[in-house]
Nanobody
Framework: QVQLVESGGGLVQAGDSLTLSCAAS????????MGWFRQAPGKERDFVAA????????YYESSVKGRITISRDNPKNTVYLQMNNLKPEDTAVYYC??????????????????WGQGTQVTVSS
């Protein structure tokens, strides 16, 4: 089992930056990849970014590429999501997720085995 706890969300203004953290505990050594998803009110949970634990390869949803950076600190079992130039449409609950094993695609909900409770990000215009 892997437990994930997100932090760092809050209320910011458009153009601001924010860094989310995801602290993992439990059998973290068995996680193949970590991902971030977000869910706006009334919408589906959408992929944002992912990182492979072993080599740091990253993947991004096309609309956030260039504004958002995913990174990891393996000794701290923590994954980060640095978000710059935030826009009101970035408002959502942001979820951290972990995939136990190799997956052909990391941009889908069902690729992940463990999920955090989420952290709210609200961007005012």
């Amino acid at each position: 089992q892997v437990q994930l706890v997100e932090s760092g969300g809050g209320l910011v203004q458009a153009g601001d930056s924010l860094t989310l953290s995801c602290a993992a505990s439990g059998r973290t050594s068995s996680s193949y990849a970590m991902g971030w998803f977000r869910q706006a009110p009334g919408k589906e949970r959408d992929f944002v970014a992912a990182i492979i634990s072993s080599d740091g390869t990253t993947y991004y949803e096309s609309s956030v590429k260039g504004r958002i950076t995913i990174s990891r600190d393996n000794p701290k079992n923590t994954v980060y999501l640095q978000m710059n130039n935030l826009k009101p449409e970035d408002t959502a609950v942001y979820y951290c997720a972990a995939a136990r094993d190799w997956r052909p695609s990391l941009d889908i909900y069902h690729a992940y085995d463990y999920w955090g409770q989420g952290t709210q990000v609200t961007v005012s215009s």
